[in-house]
Structures are given as C-alpha cells and as structure tokens.
C-alpha cells in the first residue's frame, strides 16, 4: 500500500473532506443554499417539496408530491409494537436520546413504493416516525394517549396536533414550516459527518442517522438551541444581559446560540428567524425571553468589537424563541431539530454510498513506542 503523506488538524477546521452537491455554506458571504437554490426562496416553499428536492435535486412532480405526502402521514401513525416500544423508554428520558435508541428498532420497510430506491424508501420511512416519536414521548409525559396524524393534514398540523393534543392555527403551520426549512441541511456539519462517517463502513441507513442524532445533541451543535433559551430564563431580563455576558466570557463559559465555524457573516438562517420571533412572542413572557436575547447578542457584540472580534448568532440563538411561542418545552427542541435535519442526512446518505470509501483518519500517537523497551507486565 502507498505510503500517504499525513495532515494534521484535530478539528478538521478548514479541511476539505469530501464532495456534495446538496446544500453550499458560503461562511464569507452569509449565504446558504439547497441545490443551488437560496434558502430565500425555499422558506415559504411546501415543506415536504423542500425535502424532495434537497433529496432528490429537482422538485417533485404532482403525482410524486401526492405519493410523498400520503407515505409520510402513513408512516407517520406509530404501529402498535411501536407505541409498545416507545411505552417502556424512561418518561424522563431526554428526547435525543430516545430518538437516537429507537431509529435503530424500528422494523425497516423493503419494498420500494415511491419508486427512488429502497434506501430513500427506509429514510423517508424514518423521517415519518420520528415526528411521531416525539409527539408520542412528549404524550406519555404527560400521562396522555399517543395520537394517530390525520390522512390529508399537512406535515407540521399533524405534528403540533399529536404534540398537544390540539390543532394547531395556520400561521404557526407556516412558521414551524419556515423554520424547519432553514434547519434541514447544512452540509458537512458534525452530525452529517457523523453519518458519513457511519455510512463509510457500509452500515445501514438507520446507524447512520442515529449517529448523526447522537452527534447533533451536543451543546456546540444542536443541542445550542436548548441551552440558548434556558440561557435566557436563566438571565430573566434584558438589564442582567450585559453582566451576564461579561462574567461569562471573563470564565470562558461559552454563549450559546452564539458563533459559527464556518459564518464569518451573520448567520442567513438567524437573520430569517429573528423577525419570525418577533412576529410570534406576543404575551408578555415571550416578548421578555426575546428582549432578552436581542440584549444577548448585542452585549455579545459589544464584548467581541472591543477586542477587535466579531461575533454573530446562529441558527440556535432566535429559533428557541420561534418554538416556545408554539409551545414546545425547551427539551424538545433538539429533537424537532433533528425531525428536520433528518432530510439532509438521508440525502448525504443517498450522494454518499455510491461512491463509498472507507473514512479513516490516523492519529498521532503520544505514548512510547514498544521498541523504547516497556515491557508486558
Ligand atoms: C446548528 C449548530 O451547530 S450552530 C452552532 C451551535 N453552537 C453554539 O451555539 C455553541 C456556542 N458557540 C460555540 O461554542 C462556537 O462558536 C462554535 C463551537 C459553534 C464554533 O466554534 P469554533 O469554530 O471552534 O470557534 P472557536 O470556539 O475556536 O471560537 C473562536 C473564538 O471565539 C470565541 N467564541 C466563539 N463562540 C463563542 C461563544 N458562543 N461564546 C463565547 N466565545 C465564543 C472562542 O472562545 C474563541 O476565542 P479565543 O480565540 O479567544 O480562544
Ligand atoms: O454547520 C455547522 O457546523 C453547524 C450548523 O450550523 C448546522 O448544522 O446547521
């Protein structure tokens, strides 16, 4: 075998991995794009035609947008070993990790109905479930029954609906749409990579996603959006944010919702989400939650310039703000992040296993070679 020439770097900052031509991060200009299309012009598109055309690279056809919708809502009702199943996790259980154990449960269809391949057929199957599994867990959290979608309800009525138990109106439909556009890809982020990573070693489509939602829990990932607005509760009002940023940037202590590794620019996501906020906090709490994060990020800004920085909010920062006023706890934030992102990890998962190599980088070892003379005990 050749002998390759080895490049250090311990977070990969910077460092071309691969190809994909499912979404572009333009980290300069701010600018982010599914298939060459500006998320801009996705935003007020039918969410479930953005999700085939960032799995597919070209929009739905009519019969394909009615086969699409009716296999999603199908999918979507939990079979009754599924409900069995979600019954025994632990009530308390973080809905991260629920969804990270029971991706892998579920019993896979292996048929190809929609006509694009059996591993689309399984990834889609997925992305029905989860939304049902957190409805489902939420449910039962509250000592509540599991609720079935209703055949010919658009994605996200159905969602809020089998979360609280109510229909949702048309404005928060559309909202929770816009905002789950904006969350559904963006390229080779840690949670994607983990699943390509899983993916390389011709794993199937279900340990590659529950990899990518195991990684996208973490606070420097997608778990942000929890701690950014548990952040905010904790500081309680617009005045304590200026103190509360300087103590925690003088203890290191990380703002969530904060910075970007690839954005040198502001966020296009956050810039879409922080008038979505403003146009749905309308009581009191919620207008003070987003008072205090705005009070947040300037003081963020104002710590940063006079050092010479920069800093930006992220796609995390104002969209905590956008599902509290929908009524989603904030532990439930992730996991309705991941019921986006899923999209984007079954496309990575569709570009990639064609051209599947193996993802193996090396280490630097900082022990003793055997040869200095350790010996077995
Ligand atoms: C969906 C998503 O994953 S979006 C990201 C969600 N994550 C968060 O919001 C968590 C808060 N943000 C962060 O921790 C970081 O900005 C990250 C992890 C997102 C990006 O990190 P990196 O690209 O590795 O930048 P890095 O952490 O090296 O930051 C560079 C400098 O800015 C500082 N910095 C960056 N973000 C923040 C922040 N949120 N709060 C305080 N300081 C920050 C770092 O301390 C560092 O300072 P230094 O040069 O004096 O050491
Ligand atoms: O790309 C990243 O590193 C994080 C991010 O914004 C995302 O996954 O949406």
């Known amino acids: 075998m050749p002998e390759t020439q080895s490049v250090y770097s311990s977070d990969l900052a910077g460092v071309v991995v691969g190809e994909t031509a499912i979404s572009d991060v333009q980290g300069e200009a701010g ?3 599914y298939r060459d ?3 801009n012009d996705l935003v007020d598109v039918p969410f479930l035609h953005v999700a085939w055309l960032v799995l597919f690279g070209e929009w739905p056809t009519e019969s394909e947008k009615r086969a699409l919708k009716s ?26 990790l629920m969804l990270q154990g029971l ?18 057929e399984q990834g889609l199957f997925i992305a029905a479930k989860i939304s049902s599994l957190i409805a489902g867990h939420h449910r039962l959290g509250q000592n509540k029954s599991i609720l079935d979608p209703i055949p010919g309800k658009l994605r996200h009525e159905n969602f809020l609906t089998m979360f609280h138990g109510r229909a949702p109106t048309r404005e928060q439909v559309r909202m929770l749409d816009a905002a ?18 899983c993916a390389s070693t ?17 606070k420097l990932h997608g778990g942000a959006d929890q701690a950014a607005l548990e952040m905010a509760i ?10 509360y940023v300087r103590n925690s940037l003088a203890n290191k202590v990380k703002i969530m919702g904060m910075g970007h590794r690839e954005y040198r620019a502001v966020d296009p996501r956050a810039k879409i989400l922080k008038p979505m906020a403003v146009e749905l906090c309308r009581d009191d709490e919620s207008k003070n939650l987003l008072a205090t994060l705005v009070a947040v990020e300037e003081a963020c800004q104002r710590e940063f310039g006079a050092k010479g920085k920069e800093i930006w909010a992220n796609v995390e920062f104002y969209k905590g703000a956008v599902f509290h006023s929908l009524g989603i706890p904030t532990h439930y934030f992730t996991a309705m992040f991941a019921q986006a992102r899923v999209y984007g990890y079954i496309a990575h998962f569709l570009e990639f296993r064609p051209q599947n190599k193996l993802i193996r980088p090396r280490a630097l070892y900082t022990g003793t070679p055997p040869e200095a003379g350790k010996t077995a005990a």
């Open 202 to 218: 011709l794993a199937p489509i279900q340990s590659s996603i529950s990899a990518s939602i195991g990684t996208l829990f973490g």
């Open 234 to 243: 904790a500081i309680g009002s617009p005045e304590k944010a200026d103190e």
């Open 37 to 39: 299309i500006d998320i």
């Open 31 to 33: 600018v982010l794009s």
């Open 103 to 120: 991706v892998p449960l579920l019993e896979m269809p292996t048929e190809d109905t929609l006509g694009r391949g059996v591993d689309a």
């Open 180 to 197: 789950q556009i904006l969350q559904m890809e963006h390229s080779f982020n840690a949670g994607t990579f983990a699943g390509r990573v």
């Open 71 to 96: 296999f999603i809502c199908q999918h979507a009702a939990l079979t009754d070993n599924e409900k069995l199943l979600l019954g025994q996790v632990n009530r308390e259980l973080h809905p991260m």
